[in-house]
């Protein structure tokens, strides 16, 4: 199996999988939850040019390992990507169609990692921009304190400082 249908197969099942999207209360299991910007207010032409501009960085960042990110950026990458397939309406077939394989024919250039890699940090920092994060939060961490709180001031006693 080459690494191109390996990853093909790895998006779409991905894709497919709105179990393990993140939500704004957490993900299943241990995956990295980071604050994505909120892309329901982009026109479809912004929506449609930042999923391009995405799926590119992440050909980029999967394909030359001197631009690997960290678990947190990829998340906010990641995380970011779904929202835009979710917000344009897109099934698997079709971001595979119209965004991924157009973002790895860039891979052909023989200078793809040098000319493209430098746009990885300018991606993160337009995603935080737009108010998403490479700081993991802990889901459900207010609401279990909020909870808490409210169980104290229902028992009549204050809660532990920490």
Known sequence: MTRWTALMIAAAT????????????????????VPLPDVSGLSDDAAQALAHDLAQMTVITAECPEHDVSGPEFQLMAGTTDALTER??????????????????????ADACDR????????????????????????????????EAAADADTGTDAPAQ
């Open 14 to 33: 991905a894709l497919t999988q709105p179990a393990l999207a993140q939500t704004s209360d957490g993900v299943p299991g241990d995956r990295v939850v």
């Open 88 to 109: 344009l309406g897109l099934d698997p077939v079709s971001y595979d169609r119209d965004y991924v394989r157009p973002a790895f024919s860039v891979m052909s250039e």
């Open 116 to 147: 493209l890699g430098p746009q990885v940090p300018e991606m993160i920092a337009r995603l935080e921009g737009m108010g998403g994060s490479t700081q993991p939060v802990t889901p459900g961490l207010a609401e279990a304190a909020a909870a």
